[in-house]
T-cell receptor
Framework: DAGVTQSPTHLIKTRGQQVTLRCSPK?????VSWYQQALGQGPQFIFQYYEEEERQRGNFPDRFSGHQFPNYSSELNVNALLLGDSALYLC????????????????FGEGSRLTVL | DAKTTQPTSMDCAEGRAANLPCNHSTISGNEYVYWYRQIHSQGPQYIIH???NNETNEMASLIITEDRKSSTLILPHATLRDTAVYYC????????????FGDGTTLTVKP
């Protein structure tokens, strides 16, 4: 059973460029959440996608956008990159209707490490 | 989601129990306590969660105080591979996606 997979694992961009990160959720999961983790800090919630729509959003500017596809995979797009966008971007999937003790539990991928120069 | 407070860092000797505390004094009645850990350069990994009662699984035990304002994660026999950042999160059992992580506790297990 494949877990959450993310690509690319590492990438380097320059200020002002745009980046797209990809995520495939754990098999059977239909909800995808994205987090940004700066060096030395805990993950910060960006947004959550369910049924191809953004359902919740954290305190991030409109430069951060996303998409969810019919197969539940998701993309995170960041426009007009700033130096401060350098971080580990984590994707997490969940199945809110799974039932049982792990209802709605989060499963994380290994992340995409973005460096903005 | 309720805010949590954890010590920045802790050390533990290999083979001994590691006890990681978490304060969550503003927790509401229906919020659960979740613990995750993040080994260097990997994604966070679920450890355990609980509502009121103490919980135990193959990885750890979770002790929640009677007033639910604090909890302790116990790793009974810490190994070097348990060196990681441990996050305590308080949230409702549904809507797992929007979890509020603090900066966690860096646990260093020493030989």
């Amino acid at each position: 059973d494949a877990g959450v997979t993310q690509s690319p694992t590492h990438l380097i961009k320059t200020r002002g460029q745009q980046v797209t990160l990809r995520c495939s959720p754990k098999s059977g999961h239909d909800t995808v959440s994205w987090y940004q983790q700066a060096l030395g800090q805990g993950p910060q919630f960006i947004f959550q996608y369910y049924e191809e729509e953004e359902r919740q959003r954290g305190n991030f500017p409109d430069r951060f956008s996303g998409h969810q596809f019919p197969n539940y995979s998701s993309e995170l797009n960041v426009n007009a990159l700033l130096l401060g966008d350098s971080a580990l971007y984590l994707c997490a999937s969940s199945d809110p209707l799974a039932g049982g003790p792990l209802t709605g539990e989060l499963f994380f991928g290994e992340g995409s490490r973005l460096t903005v120069l | 989601d309720a805010k949590t407070t954890q010590p920045t860092s802790m050390d533990c000797a290999e083979g001994r129990a590691a006890n990681l505390p978490c304060n969550h004094s503003t927790i509401s009645g229906n919020e659960y306590v979740y613990w995750y850990r993040q080994i260097h350069s990997q994604g966070p990994q679920y450890i355990i969660h609980g509502l009121k009662n103490n919980e135990t699984n193959e990885m750890a035990s979770l002790i929640i105080t009677e007033d639910r304002k604090s909890s302790t994660l116990i790793l009974p026999h810490a190994t070097l591979r348990d060196t990681a950042v441990y996050y305590c999160i308080v949230r409702f059992n549904t809507n797992a996606g929007k979890s509020t992580f603090g900066d966690g506790t860096t646990l260093t297990v020493k030989p």
